[in-house]
Structures are given as structure tokens and as C-alpha cells.
């Protein structure tokens, strides 16, 4: 029962590096989004997706990436890394039903530090 | 405008005593979920309470149970006989509409729970 699957758990890059982070969920779920975390500032959203094929920005998206080439996958790329991107960030998942009661599901999360 | 707004930064409480973490929210949609997400030292998010707008009744599970003032916009989550695996980052988020995939974050309240 392995949820939602971020790699890596750790990454450092050099300042204008690119990488990809990447995020992979078993639960079938429709829909999936990327959060960064900061001190004080609470978890907030990057990009997300509603299905395969179709994504969308958030609040921050700004110097990322993403594609959602199946239903599983969701990865999320930075074009050339800045010292400002350093964060933990998370890919969850939710059912994206008509349910009210539909939590989100969150992988173990990222930490990326850009030197 | 902040759509989560959690106002105690940190917090200590005695072991077995209960505890209220602070949650006041922003919205102009009637229909609108509110969670309450747990992430310990190690990192992960955990879920732990979902209360719908439209529920007549506060939600509760086991020793979590949340206090809703929907004529104040607040939603406290009340941690009952604290333990010492309480102690943690405790983030307050909303959906807004049938959005799951766009969740608004606080900034997170810490919890330290003294022997």
C-alpha cells in the first residue's frame, strides 16, 4: 500500500542546475498537485493536474515545470535552479470525486537545497 | 487576503491535558471542507480531521475534535488527553468549493508536549 511516492528525499544543486522531482501515486486518483513548504508560511501550491493531459498553475509557479503524461506520474521539473527554490516540497493526491469528505494525500515530501 | 489564518506560532501543553490550536478562515463560497493536517519531526503529513460546511455536527475522531464557528469563520481543532506523540507542526487548510485539489494553508501552529 504505497500511497503517494516522492524521489528524491534529498537533493543539493548548484544554481542553474535543472532536475526533476518526482512523484508517483497507486491510488488511482484524478487529481494531483506540488506544494512547496516554507518557514511561515504554511505549505502552498505550485501546479496541479485533473487528469492526464490537463494541468494548471498555482500560486507559485514561477521557475517549475510539470506534465502529466498518466494518471500515476506527475513529476516536476526546475528549469535552472535559484537559491530562492530551495524548500520542501510535496506532490499529493486526491480522489477528486463528488465527495465532500475527500482528503488529500501527501507523499513523504522533498527536501531541495540550491547553492 | 491570507484565507488561513493560524495565530499561535507555538504552543506548550501538559501531558494528558487538552490543548486548542487556533483556526479562522476566509471565503465567500457556501460550500467549503476544512482540514486539519498533523506533520511530526519526521516529516510527513498527516491527515487528521475533516469538517464539510454544510455538516450540522463538529467533526470528531478519537481525541481530535473540531470546534466550528461557521458564523465566525473558526475552525479549532481540540487535541483531548495530549500525549507525548502530539508533539508536532499541526497546519489548518481549506478547500474551497468541490476544489480538492487547491488546498489553502496556515502557517502552522508547534505543539510541544511536556512530560
Known amino acids: 500500500n504505497a500511497g503517494v511516492t516522492q524521489t528524491p528525499k534529498f537533493q543539493v544543486l548548484k544554481t542553474g542546475q535543472s532536475m526533476t522531482l518526482q512523484c508517483a501515486q497507486d491510488?488511482?486518483?484524478?487529481?494531483m498537485s506540488w506544494y512547496r513548504q516554507d518557514p511561515g508560511m504554511g505549505l502552498r501550491l505550485i501546479h496541479y493536474?485533473?487528469?492526464?493531459?490537463?494541468?494548471d498553475q498555482g500560486e507559485v509557479p514561477n521557475g517549475y515545470n510539470v506534465s502529466r503524461s498518466t494518471t500515476e506520474d506527475f513529476p516536476l521539473r526546475l528549469l535552472s535552479a535559484a537559491p530562492s527554490q530551495t524548500s520542501v516540497y510535496f506532490c499529493a493526491s486526491s480522489y477528486g470525486g463528488t465527495g465532500e469528505d475527500t482528503e488529500a494525500f501527501f507523499g513523504q515530501g522533498t527536501r531541495l537545497t540550491v547553492v | 487576503a491570507q484565507k488561513i489564518t493560524q495565530t499561535q506560532p507555538g504552543m506548550f501543553v501538559q501531558e494528558k491535558e487538552a490543548v486548542t490550536l487556533d483556526c479562522t478562515y476566509d471565503?465567500?463560497?457556501?460550500?467549503?471542507?476544512l482540514f486539519w493536517y498533523k506533520q511530526p519531526s519526521s516529516g510527513e503529513m498527516i491527515f487528521l480531521i475533516y469538517?464539510?460546511?454544510?455538516?450540522?455536527q463538529n467533526a470528531t475522531e478519537g481525541r481530535y475534535s473540531l470546534n466550528f464557528q461557521k458564523a465566525r469563520k473558526s475552525a479549532n481543532l481540540v487535541i483531548s488527553a495530549s500525549q507525548l506523540g502530539d508533539s508536532a507542526m499541526y497546519f489548518c487548510a481549506m478547500r474551497e468549493g468541490h476544489i480538492d485539489y487547491k488546498l489553502s494553508f496556515g502557517a502552522g501552529t508547534t505543539v510541544t508536549v511536556r512530560a
Open positions: 471565503t465567500s463560497d457556501p460550500s467549503y471542507g
Open positions: 491510488m488511482n486518483h484524478e487529481y
Open positions: 469538517q464539510g460546511s454544510y455538516d450540522q
Open positions: 493536474s485533473v487528469g492526464a493531459g490537463i494541468t
